[in-house]
């Protein structure tokens, strides 16, 4: 337990850190926007912000702790990260570190700077730690993987890593339920649900389910506050690409000046689009999550809060597996 309430202090250390304005950090965060054009400060400065508040307070680490029965290992770790947002693998890291595991990690190119930065302040202020911690190409070696990627490197996943415990992670994203009363200040939420990241991650919204007699014309008016999202040249690649493919598929769709909506029962949607599908009842709304593997997190009433989708506690875990339940369960 010493060793896990010193690991935790270094953590509350590093989130002091990650919201500072010291000029290394600052400097570092310059340098992955240069090497990753979907990442811009907003959105660095968001992801920095939701893992400080979220992961790093000294009494949520400890309460989350107190919950498993931590220890220490030799068996290693393996982990590969993705890189669709910026520092999306820090949770994995956390949990491999607290659990006590010594850390194999290969990074994404992606996301190659923020991460190995953040790593390294923390062995400079303990150097013991250095040796459990290693950016790795290759993950030759591990006990046991926590793997994140797309459907098509899942299946190379599954064959290397099956006869290690592992943790593999597919293709996901996120929904919405409304039911026409939301109010104008949940969809300016909602709103932050579908853009931030430019739609990049898993936990953005990238379909609505809606009522039959759903009117849009409310939403288009008030999504256009993000409108600025034109001003990066990949997200309007994107949207005239996918308007030209409507138009000249004949495709019926709905816009406004930074987005496409088109009717479609599949959850996944493309850069600038949003999918919406309706719904008669209830139940039909249940039937629907239930059956779908691929929903990451659903927002709305009685669901996550509007504007929230970007912002999990320590205990809400991806894909909804338990990573620190798996890693206590094969010390």
């Given at each position: 337990m010493e060793q896990i309430n010193h690991k935790i202090e270094?953590?509350?250390r590093l989130k002091d850190y990650m919201l500072s304005n010291d000029e290394e950090w600052l400097a570092v965060q310059s340098l992955a926007i240069n090497k990753n054009s979907w990442f811009t400060q907003?959105?660095?400065s968001a992801a920095v912000q939701a893992i400080a508040n979220n992961y790093l307070h000294k009494e949520a680490l400890v309460a989350w702790c107190a919950s498993y029965s931590l220890?220490?290992?030799k068996k290693v770790l393996g982990i590969v990260m993705a890189g669709n947002i910026p520092l999306v693998g820090f949770h994995d890291f956390l949990c491999g570190f607290l659990a006590g595991y010594p850390l194999k990690i290969k990074i994404s190119s992606k996301d190659a700077i923020l991460l190995p930065h953040l790593i390294a302040k923390?062995?400079?202020w303990d150097a013991a730690i250095q040796s459990d911690i290693e950016i790795a190409e290759q993950l030759k070696d591990c006990d046991l993987y926590i793997a994140t990627g797309s459907?098509?490197?899942a299946r190379y996943f599954e064959t290397y890593f099956s006869k290690y415990p592992s943790i593999i992670r597919k293709n996901r994203t996120s929904i919405a339920v409304l039911n026409g009363m939301e109010t104008d200040d949940e969809m300016a939420l909602l709103a932050k649900d579908v853009f931030q990241y430019y739609g990049l991650g898993c936990r953005n919204v990238t379909q609505l389910l809606v009522p039959h007699d759903y009117n849009f014309e409310r939403l288009l008016q008030l999504f256009n506050t993000f409108s600025y999202v034109m001003n990066h040249h990949k997200y309007?690649?994107?949207f005239d690409y996918h308007l030209a493919i409507y138009l000249l598929n004949k495709v019926p769709y709905m816009s406004n000046d930074c987005l496409l909506m088109v009717e479609n029962d599949l959850p996944f949607s493309a850069v600038s689009v949003l999918h919406y599908k309706y719904y008669q009842s209830e139940?039909?709304?249940?039937?629907y999550m239930h059956n779908n593997v691929a929903i990451q997190?659903?927002?709305g009433k009685n669901y996550l809060p509007f504007g929230e989708a970007q912002n999990p506690t320590l205990d809400q875990y991806a894909d909804g597996v338990d990573t620190m339940a798996f890693l206590c369960a094969n010390y």
């Open positions: 270094l953590l509350t907003e959105h660095i220890s220490a290992t923390l062995i400079s459907d098509n490197s309007q690649n994107n139940q039909e709304v249940a039937n997190c659903v927002v």
